[in-house]
């Protein structure tokens, strides 16, 4: 009998300790309702910020382009038919029959545009760093930018920026590959093949700008590779025709300059080498971001949770 006593004992004080580990949701609810006011001028306090922050970020525009990769028809047709019979051959000549196992020209272009040198080069071949790393707003009115005085003084066309070393007051290619690489995206439709290239910036005429310096650009400088190659192993094939004598190796050596001949010939005359346009880049009449209407409602949903949080643990920690 003293043994189910002591028990029943036990189990009582276990269920009571149990209960009072317990949370009563009357009681967090009573203790939510008793800090209300704080829970609603935290909440103030974060919805008039975010407000804040979202009318002060500058409007950005967004202008893309949508290409197809070019016919590449012309430089496969003979080379294809070379391929079985003078492989060896041509890979000696550095020459790229189409066999197969190689980079797709369209992905390598897309690697390109990516590069740190393709976008070094475009930032100055077209002069547009300060555009990019001193742009501080778009004056809709004559559609023309102001810089920020503390980094760029366009009177004096002169970096002002105040940095540590190893920075220097210009910025260095690297800091605005940095730059434009958040600003540039190339996306690769999987089933189609159609590549879009888009640019977001606070000016919208901008955008469009580059985003058409940089379509022209790419064919340009893909169309420079595979011209200065071909030439390349047409002066490698002329070398060994002088060389040699057996009849059938000097003709099969003429059959290789002719296509690289069609290379360059093609190359030449097409200025969408590697990328057709099928949407050029228009100027965006309406921007892309910021979503101010969505930073508002997060910035007010953050502050309700975090006053929340504030009068339950200053609570917990009164009540212990």
């Known amino acids: ?5 002591s028990k029943y004992q036990q189990d009582s004080e276990f269920n009571s300790r149990a209960q009072d580990d317990e949370i009563d949701l009357r009681e967090l609810f009573a203790v939510i309702w008793q800090g209300k006011w704080l829970i609603i001028a935290i909440t103030a306090v974060f919805a008039i910020g975010a407000v804040i922050f979202a009318i002060t970020q500058p409007n950005i525009y967004k202008s893309e382009a949508l290409l197809a990769p070019a016919d590449t028809e012309q430089g496969n047709g003979g080379l294809g038919a070379l391929t079985g019979q003078f492989g060896g051959l041509a890979s000696m000549a550095g020459i790229n029959l189409g066999g197969g196992g190689g980079v797709d020209k369209t992905q390598m272009a897309i690697e390109v545009m990516k590069s740190r040198q393709f976008t ?26 102001s810089y920020d005085e503390s980094l760029y003084s366009v009177t004096e066309n ?12 210009e910025p260095s290619m690297q ?24 640019v977001e910036h606070l000016s919208p005429s901008i955008a469009q700008q580059w985003v058409n310096w940089l379509v022209q650009d790419i064919n340009q400088v893909m169309k420079d590779r595979d011209v ?3 030439q390349r192993s047409t002066a490698f094939l002329y070398t060994q025709i002088q060389q040699t004598n057996v009849a059938d190796i000097r003709s099969i050596l003429y059959k290789l300059v002719e296509e690289q001949t069609k290379t360059i010939m093609f190359a030449k005359v097409r200025d969408e080498y590697v990328f057709k346009t099928i949407d050029p880049a228009l100027t965006p009449e309406v921007k892309s971001k910021p979503q101010r209407a969505l930073i508002c409602v997060l910035g007010t949903m953050l502050g309700g949770i ?15």
């Open 306 to 320: 975090l006053a929340v949080m504030i009068v339950l643990i200053r609570y917990f920690v009164r009540k212990d």
């Open 175 to 198: 800091e605005a590959y940095k730059v434009f690489s958040q600003i540039i995206a190339v996306n690769v439709t999987k089933d189609t093949g159609m590549v879009t290239i888009s």
């Open 228 to 230: 200065a190659e071909a």
């Open 1 to 5: 009998m003293s043994i189910e006593v």
């Open 120 to 145: 070094s080069d475009f930032i100055q071949n077209h002069n547009i760093l300060p555009d990019l790393m001193a742009a501080k707003k778009w004056n809709m009115v004559d559609n023309s930018i």
């Open 158 to 169: 002169k970096w002002l920026r105040e940095v540590q070393l190893p920075y220097k007051p």
